[in-house]
């Protein structure tokens, strides 16, 4: 069994800040890319950042400049840094990981439960 809880989020001003964190927990043998990403209501959930094992990024242009991805493999942690929010960043967000959970199996895609970000005045 293997788990991504979630952590952070809540509510912001435009032009404030909050953090994202996310852990992998139980059976992993190695986990690859990980990475976040969100869904408006009313729109298809899109990729907001992702951080490959070595660490190389990438992000949706919306948010270059704004949201800083990192990871600490020895957590099994991805946390996700939100500076400059604006109203449009308010979107429910969830992490993902590519995890091996044993040495003969492939790896499988894994998802948090979603947290929940809001920025308003």
């Known amino acids: 069994q293997v788990q991504l809880v979630e952590s952070g989020g809540g509510l912001a001003q435009p032009g404030g800040s909050l953090r994202l964190s996310c852990t992998a927990s139980?059976?992993?043998?190695?986990?690859?890319?990980m990475g976040w990403y969100r869904q408006a209501p009313g729109k298809q959930r899109e990729l907001v950042a992702h951080i490959a094992s070595g660490g190389s990024t990438n992000y949706t242009d919306s948010v270059k400049g704004r949201f800083t991805i990192s990871r600490d493999n020895a957590k099994n942690t991805v946390s996700l840094q939100m500076n400059s929010l604006k109203p449009e960043d308010t979107a429910v967000y969830y992490c993902n990981a590519q995890i091996r959970r044993h040495v003969l199996d492939g790896s499988g895609d894994y998802w948090g439960q979603g947290a929940q970000v809001t920025v308003s005045s």
């Open positions: 139980g059976s992993i043998f190695r986990i690859y890319a």
